[in-house]
């Protein structure tokens, strides 16, 4: 049981560990407005997805979440124009003969 114990606490406290921010200080303009600085992902400076563009936008605050997702409706609704989804319903064999 003690093993178990040591087990959970260790595995929680390396999870507070590796989301712990590795610095405090803010950029002046975030700090102005009383955000955090957005980071790039790994590797990754800029999105390549229009989905990814908008997220940024919306994260940093250049878009109001209405907005986004009107973006989102209109490009969902632009793919579909583009590139309808048809789903076969009856996979027994000989129903599409």
Known sequence: MMVLVVAVVGLILAAVLA???????????????????????RG?????????????????????????LRA??????RDEERHPLILRWDDRPGAWS
Not at 49 to 68: D, H, K, P, S
């Open 72 to 77: 989102l409706e209109n490009l969902a609704a």
């Open 19 to 41: 989301l712990w921010p590795l610095s405090t200080e803010r950029e002046p303009a975030e700090k102005a407005r009383g955000r955090a600085p957005v980071t790039p992902v």
């Open 44 to 68: 990754h400076s800029e999105p390549t997805t229009l989905e990814g563009i908008l997220a940024g936008q919306l994260v940093r605050g250049e878009i109001t979440q209405r907005q986004y």
